[in-house]
């Protein structure tokens, strides 16, 4: 019904940059939210990022200023920028979307910060 795919992770040393996808099977404005987690081993998954579909984007404390949720609904994908990255930033992140009541969940990417 519907397929979220995220690319982007990768291997970064502390301080750099990362832009996550996440590639949505139906237009993005078909989703009441689109939010991002993320996972690290022996965690929980955590929230990191969301935006609504009136652009009202929401962060958890940990990445507020360095982190920026966006979209393009011309590709049905939303982004998550990832600036000053930091070893504690790494996790398996995923995207997340709710359509017709229930949520929907991509595969993961794994981003690694090294220091």
């Known amino acids: 019904q519907v397929q979220l795919v995220e690319s982007g992770g990768g291997l970064v040393q502390a301080g750099g940059s990362l832009r996550l996808s996440c590639a949505a099977s139906?237009?993005?404005?078909?989703?009441?939210?689109m939010d991002w987690y993320r996972q690290a081993p022996g965690n929980q998954r955590e929230l990191v990022a969301g935006?609504?579909?009136?652009?009202?984007?929401n962060y958890a404390d940990s990445v507020k200023g360095r982190f920026t949720v966006s979209r393009d609904k011309t590709k049905n994908t939303v982004y998550l920028q990832m600036n000053s990255l930091k070893p504690e930033d790494t996790a398996v992140y995923y995207c997340?979307?709710?359509?017709?009541?229930?949520?929907?969940w991509g595969q993961g990417t794994q981003v690694t910060v090294s220091s």
């Open positions: 139906r237009s993005i404005f078909s989703f009441r939210a």
């Open positions: 935006i609504t579909i009136s652009s009202s984007a």
């Open positions: 997340r979307a709710t359509f017709l009541g229930n949520d929907y």
